[in-house]
Nanobody, 126 residues
Framework: QVQLVESGGGVVQAGASLRLSCALS????????MGWFRQAPGKEREYLAGISGSGGMTNYADSVRGRFTIARDNAKNTMYLQMDSLKPEDTAVYYC???????????????????WGQGTQVTVSP
């Protein structure tokens, strides 16, 4: 069974940076396209960014494009989300996800992802 574990969350001041990590175990890492989502209190889960298995293609939600960067290191079985210029509205639980290879998947559709981590809390104070 594929398992994902997020880490790197914490409490920071507005304008600061954080790098989240997502470690995958249980199968060949490069096989999976992966993504990041977040869920703020009282709000729906929100898509942030996606990356192809090779790392050659990336995709970003408009809300984070230019501030967040998704990357992966397949040799380490790890995906990253570099978050810069953090704002209080970025406060949320951040989740990583992985999907089995298939044709016709959408970057931002939760139901296309097969495996999810437990989440890591990011809090940005004003």
């Amino acid at each position: 069974q594929v398992q994902l574990v997020e880490s790197g969350g914490g409490v920071v001041q507005a304008g600061a940076s954080l790098r989240l990590s997502c470690a995958l175990s249980g199968n060949t890492f490069s096989r999976y396209a992966m993504g990041w989502f977040r869920q703020a209190p009282g709000k729906e889960r929100e898509y942030l960014a996606g990356i192809s298995g090779s790392g050659g293609m990336t995709n970003y939600a408009d809300s984070v494009r230019g501030r967040f960067t998704i990357a992966r290191d397949n040799a380490k079985n790890t995906m990253y989300l570099q978050m810069d210029s953090l704002k209080p509205e970025d406060t949320a639980v951040y989740y990583c996800a992985a999907e089995e290879p298939r044709y016709g998947s959408s970057w931002d559709r939760e139901s296309d992802y097969d495996y999810w981590g437990q989440g890591t809390q990011v809090t940005v104070s004003p």
